[in-house]
């Protein structure tokens, strides 16, 4: 991941002294993800109460960040570097009682996607995959329970979406899935859960290209 990161940097030093080759912008957007995991019973550490946890409606992030893009035999490489806030809703159903909330998971990251694509006339598609860099995480489930997920500093995703342009406005939505998870199992007192967690999320995104030979 760390060469990823250095790579893309030099590729946007590179941009700067060979602007007549690249397009470069910003860009920033909104998600909304919802996290799929199977149903999974967790005793609190605290008082014993067991709740099963489940994935619950979907919550909302944003994104900010600078991408480029490079054209050649009628496609374009488009890689980005990204902050992203990734927020989660899950269900805590307590076993005995039956007494439900909704508490927040909250993942702060750097994502790294770079998109393969065709573009035509004002539109574009495209897919490709999405390095992500865990930078900091909020729990209300460890609030909540005392379990604290087992996660994975680097995971990867894929994207895939459509988009609009016109000069140097962009308008893309896309679609953003899981190849591994951003946790894994995690033992807490002697109980060993399986708590496997794959966020899954629709982008809005509006970038704006400070150069383009479009």
Do not use: C
């Not at 250095?6 to 590729?11: G, M, N």
């Not at 979907?58 to 991408?67: C, L, N």
């Not at 374009?76 to 005995?96: H, W």
């Not at 065709?118 to 598609?125: G, L, P, Q, T």
């Amino acid at each position: 991941m760390r060469k990823i990161v250095s790579t893309l940097i030099a590729a946007f030093i590179v941009i700067n002294l060979n602007a007549q080759i690249f397009d470069y912008g910003v860009n920033a957007g909104i998600n909304s993800a919802t996290l799929k995991m199977a149903p999974t019973e967790i005793k609190s550490t605290a008082d014993a109460t067991v709740f099963l946890a489940e994935a619950a409606d979907a919550s909302f992030g944003f994104h900010f960040g600078g991408q480029a893009r490079v054209k050649f035999l009628g496609l374009f490489v488009e890689p980005a570097v990204q902050f992203s806030t990734l927020n989660s809703n899950i269900k805590l159903t307590e076993k005995v009682t039956s007494a439900t909330q909704i508490v927040k998971e909250s993942y702060n990251r750097l994502d790294i996607p770079i998109m393969v694509g065709y573009k035509f006339s004002y539109f574009k598609a495209f897919a490709g995959p999405v390095g992500s860099v865990l930078l900091s995480s909020k729990s209300e489930v460890k609030d909540r329970t005392g379990f604290e997920q087992a996660l994975k500093r680097a995971s990867w995703g894929y994207q895939v979406g459509l988009g609009f342009q016109y000069n140097k406005l962009a308008i893309d939505i896309k679609r953003e899935g899981p190849i591994t998870a951003l946790g894994d199992s995690q033992t807490v007192s002697g109980q060993t859960i399986n708590f496997d967690s794959r966020p899954s999320k629709w982008i809005l995104q509006v970038s704006y290209f400070l150069k383009t030979e479009d």
